[in-house]
């Protein structure tokens, strides 16, 4: 008889759940919920960067998608034999003693504090500043030492630090954190004990500063320094954290019920989707897998005993098992990718919102087709158009840092700018000199991988991005000039998520075995072109230049 | 009986006649025509700054707009006593011996190379720099000294060395070159000896580097040092310049049938129209008058005797007589203003462009009807949304430098550039820091000219921005901290050529008589916003910053 598993992915905007065949990795049936509020712009403000979900969104989305690749497939619910989940991070809310989410109490369901606080939010600038500088200084190990040695705002504790200075109300109600991939598996498992619930290693290592050697969190008094209280939330949160080959618990009858599975199925301890991501693409020592969406996530593995020990500098961490279990997996990344073009999109879209879409000349069908069509156009249209220009033609240099930098070196208060700007720089000469921005940022990544000794034999993209713009794609293999493969796979993460779940559920003994039957065939290379590949090389000093003068701007601002 | 003078203006995308009455400046009757070649983008080509006019888009124009003034305002043609050109400077092109414009020839009908290099073409980089490298060294007169000490790609020489170096067919059949203001007043005159002709003051003096300190142009041997040949123009063009007090000559009969006046009425030596205009709006010792529309013109008269000798360093030049005779007349200026603003506006109108005017669910009528509204609104709706957006939010930064940098200390070779740039900035930020920007570069004018002992008591705005937008003149009061008058008249540079056109005709003395009758009232002032301004004066240090650090970007590219 077929076993399954079920993968689910919480993305940015929205979820996925994929049903897997666990004898070939065959995806069974997949669907996808678009989160409600989020897709209102509800709890977030651009200008300040604050980005917040409510996990209401969530948990409609997660009981949508698996009830619908449940009843697509046909496969009955006792052939489901376990599942995981991944999740954006970090992304932490606060919980109650009782792990509830502060945002589903009365108190708190509309306050933006209480929510998932996204990765992408930099509202805590500050707080992981405070970090660095205490870290610089500590009499004791240097905490941040594995995660690149620079504390990003977009993680967990400097975003717990900022919303209890500034939301004192959520800061007392909170009586603990979670980052979200744990507390959609903990309220999967039934709840129970926050503090011996099997907590996330690839959350806890990559943005808690959780590390063997120093026995799991920064000590006590380190956080006791950067915040009063900060201390004490330690004891509340977790020693131990575990790798997503284990089972968090069985699948609880409520959750049963919601999704219509099986109770007492096998949850697989959560983790983030790049790391899923890595597996479902087939990751192996020196593959460097990045995943090519909103923003990138790079993730490597290595079996060097050195890097349990040694520190690689300016990357988003090192962890034991962050994505296989008994080797060290690498992060990196770049706050904005897709991003920056979506950005770019947004801003040219200003007369379509604001003065077209609204016309009194249209009639509402005619509004209707004409929004959906080019929301659904406008970057494609773009982006057709600048993959006719010739690399000769005057084009514009542009930074990638719209979001902050997170690879190489975290500096997210770093910011974006352009260059070369001219009376005859059009719309695609811009969007041009964005791609290249993105892909001159991926460069600095593998750069600084191989500097610090880190082998990358090949690239692996998966992801919206590495799927569908082969403009991307294609200037990408230019710039770092070497092959880029692409998984089959459009939905690695959750394919990923499912491989742990097979491993939890004991169908298989190890991820690398179960990876190896249910892993992603590659679908296409693109192979660099020499010509394109000199002219890029000569246009990233000027990247290079702009970025030393942008960040002596932001220095001096 | 009443009697009337004609000024005709020459502009960047079109030309206008106004009909004024002598007495009283009263603006009997205006038209308007937009240049046909020029407005389908013929001749030009954006990415290499190329920049063309067939000189047919002028002729036609000129008859057109002339007939239109007389029949509109009823004047019988026995009243108008004389006209005056105004155009674009410098915009020279290639004539034969026989002051026939190439482009009218058959053989070079539709050579872009002998059409009018347009004031804002910027091909002849390399040649300016090289007339810099020569002056730099020249064992002689420094002849830049009075154009501000750096010559411009924008100007005579460098044109007509870019022009014949790259097209020596053109460069073979010019006899000669003209700037356009004095090609039309030749034309009108009938012609005649090329060499006796009365060519501007204004023109020879701010961009040929004609001085009477060294006997006119600059020496032969200069001129062959630069490229062989050019001594030999040298003795084609003329020794003498004449202001526009003076009349260059009748109204030749055929023309004078073209345009249905009288022949022998008298045709004003030529100017160009931001000096023009400084007369129209009543400029005065200690007034700078800006002409603000695509670029500025930023035009100051100036009684101090040390000025005949004393060079302004870094701006377009102090010329004897270029304003108003007997006195020194200062030009400034900034290569892109409301340019910059229309850049951006084609940047976001990209979408529209090429999605929406074409979209199938839109019908004939809703797409004419869709453009029209789009083109007319669109940089209004962008400026209400900005104008919105209060100070204390995070804007972007940005140069105007869009088509290189005029004054103070001409660089043609910088390029604009944009920071602090994130995922909040959306389209009506981008503009607002483009508003401040123009206003920046505004502000280093003006310091410029009181840095070299220029006062300023009072400044003065014409041209389109100056009278449609209160986001710009509100900024530019804020930024420069004084108040701004702006001048009721809608046509000032054609008003001023009017006023030249009454002195010629012998209608008054002279032009400081003539401009007290007939100068354009104050129709509004702009006062500083106090806390505005200081916010202003302190992101102008960012602009400082990032100027510096665009410049060193474009140094080393």
Redesign the interface.
Known sequence: MKTYTLGLDFGTDSVRAVLVDTDTGTEQAAAVFHYPRWAKGLYCH????RYRQHPLDHLEGMEATVRSVMEQSGVPKASVKGLCVDTTGSSPLPVTREGTPLALTETFSENPNAMVVLW?DHTALAEAEAINNLARVWDGPDFTQFVGGIYSSEWFWAKIMHITATDPDVGEAAWSWMEHCDLMTYLLVGGGDLQSFKHSRCAAGHKAMWHESWGGLPSKAFLDALHPGLGSLRDRLYTHSHTSDESAGGLCPEWAGRLGLNPGIAVAVGTFDAHAGAVGAGIGPHALVRVMGTSTCDIMVSDAPELATKAVRGICGQVNGSVIPGKIGLEAGQS?FG?LLA?FG???????E???YN?P??DES?RL??RE??EH??LE??SR?AEAIPLE??IP?ALDW??GRRSPDAHQGL??????????????H?FLALVHAICFGSKKIVDRFEEEGVRIDQVIGIGGVARKSSLIMQTLADVLDRPIRVAASDHAPALGAAIYAAVAAGIYPDVGTAAARMGSPIEKQYSPRPKAAATLKDRMK?YE??GA??A???Q??
Chains 1, 2 share one sequence.
Request: net charge negative.
């Open positions: 651009a200008p300040s960067n992408k904005a991003d950005w947004g801003v040219v879209a200003w007369p379509l604001h003065l077209v016309h000349v249209l005619q087709a004409l069509d080019l156009n406008l249209e773009l158009a033609e005057a240099i719209i979001n910011q974006s700018a352009m260059a070369c700007l001219s009376l005859g720089s059009s719309a695609p811009i000027h230049q702009l003068l942008a002596s701007l932001t001096n601002s």
